[in-house]
């Protein structure tokens, strides 16, 4: 009894450029997997592995697709190295029938621009309704950024906690200049502020975690299950910054998560809706400590039948079915 495999590669442009500390960004590629199971039925997962972040390149997994085309035993589709792990998520959700996700409404932080574009943006959202708030850091001179952080944090509303996510930007004094700065302010956590590789990067960061009250965010350093579980491990005080769409088998990652009752928040790689799905259904399942949803990033493609819901402060699993895969799977032939 074997499935049957597809794929389709897509390149669809965002909205507008996203810009990191990684530079400039405009069009999203990857690929969606379609997959026949033995009774007929079929399932959908995306692949959409991010540059420069540690998994397999979209080339990789696309061999990968190409190699199990057509009739494929289970026991191949399981047998994907591990480091694939943006392909094995894709075919472990076309592989599930799950049912519906349980019912419920997390909260999401809203995504600000960098630089000063924030101070504008800012007000608006939290209009909208939203009180954890995101802001890329790392971009600009730190001189500049650290100078902005003060008016930004005015624009907010009273009790509003503010993110910010240095994308590993930082040399060690800059971190710890923004680490002191942020641990007298309402920031809920700093993401990844020095790089995830190099020589002692891990110590590095295990040294601020502990000089700083301010918590810090791991996410370019959490790419894979072994990554997670070595920071496991090392009895990481800090929060997990989670795309479940990298992960591989972000189904046991989480478990493993909820077990060490760490603090976890459930962010998006910038996905389209197919594979979000599978990621916000972790996030809805998650009975651990409840952190806001780095899910705030729709409408972000130029063609909005690939986003998710528009971002609101809250979002509730229900909007999560309202896309249907395989017409979207038909979309990109
Ligand atoms: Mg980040």
């Not at 509303?157 to 993110?163: E, T």
């Amino acid at each position: 009894m074997d499935f049957r495999l597809d794929h389709r590669r897509y390149a669809l442009s965002f909205r507008r450029t996203i810009r990191t500390a990684r530079g400039a960004w405009d069009v999203r590629e990857g690929l969606y997997v379609r997959l026949e199971r033995p009774d007929g039925t079929v399932g959908f997962g995306e692949a959409s592995p991010v540059p420069g972040f540690g998994s397999e390149s979209l080339a990789e997994a696309e061999q990968q697709c190409q190699a199990l085309a057509g009739p494929v035993a289970a026991g191949k589709l399981a047998a994907i190295p591990g480091r694939l792990g943006s392909l094995r998520g894709a075919l472990a959700a076309a592989m599930a029938s799950p049912g519906p996700a349980p019912a419920r409404s997390l909260a999401v932080a809203a995504l600000l621009p960098a630089g000063r574009a924030a101070l504008e943006e800012a007000p608006g959202r939290a209009e909208a309704g939203f009180r954890v708030f995101k802001w890329k850091v790392g971009v600009g001179a730190a001189d500049d950024e650290m100078a902005m952080l003060d008016d930004l944090l005015a624009a907010l509303p009273s009790g509003s906690k503010l993110r910010l996510d240095a994308n590993g930007a930082w040399h060690r004094r800059a971190a710890e200049q923004w680490l002191a700065r942020a641990s007298e302010r309402p920031v809920e956590f700093v993401e990844q502020p020095v790089p995830a590789d190099g020589k002692g990067a891990r110590d590095l960061l295990l040294g601020l975690a502990g000089d700083y009250p301010v918590p810090i965010g791991l996410d370019e350093s959490v790419v894979d299950q072994g990554d997670v579980g070595r920071w496991l491990d090392d009895g990481w005080p800090g929060y997990y910054i989670i795309k479940p769409s990298l992960l591989g088998d972000a189904a046991a990652t989480v478990a493993r998560l909820a077990a060490a009752d760490a603090r976890v928040v459930f962010s998006s790689a910038l996905e389209t809706v197919v594979g979000a799905q599978a990621a916000l259904r972790l996030a809805f399942a998650w009975t651990g400590r409840p952190s806001a949803l780095g899910f705030g990033v729709w409408p972000l493609f130029a063609d909005s039948r690939f986003d998710g819901p528009t971002a609101m402060p809250f979002l509730h699993s229900d909007e999560l079915h309202r896309a249907d895969p395989a017409s979207l799977w038909n979309a990109v032939s």
